[in-house]
């Protein structure tokens, strides 16, 4: 069973920066696919990033470039470093793993972003 747990979350004001980090379990982390998703108060969860197992790393057009995810296999974890943050950015944030038997979804983690 895989467990996904989010942190990194908080309180920052607009123009500033943040990093989440999402710790997985088990073995099977270096072979899937991960992404950050994010839901906003009465939006649609959105797909902000996707990483490949190999590193290969995609950002969502409606991010601007201002999203990096990264990953480090040796220690299970999944990043995303979100610049000049804005009070759109505001949002639950949840990591995804992707794998041939379905998704695992963490508990997400709470970015609110003040103007």
């Known amino acids: 069973q895989v467990q996904l747990v989010e942190s990194g979350g908080g309180l920052v004001q607009a123009g500033g920066s943040l990093r989440l980090s999402c710790a997985a379990s088990?073995?099977?982390?270096?072979?899937?696919?991960m992404a950050w998703h994010r839901q906003a108060p009465g939006k649609q969860r959105e797909l902000v990033a996707v990483?490949?197992?190999?590193?290969?790393?995609n950002d969502a057009d409606s991010v601007n470039g201002r999203f990096t995810i990264s990953r480090d296999n040796a220690k299970n974890t999944v990043n995303l470093q979100i610049n000049s943050l804005k009070p759109d950015d505001t949002a639950v944030y949840y990591c995804?793993?992707?794998?041939?038997?379905?998704?695992?979804w963490g508990q997400g983690t709470q970015v609110t972003v003040s103007s």
């Open positions: 990483i490949t197992s190999g590193g290969t790393a």
């Open positions: 088990g073995s099977i982390f270096r072979l899937n696919l």
């Open positions: 995804k793993m992707v794998t041939s038997g379905g998704d695992y």
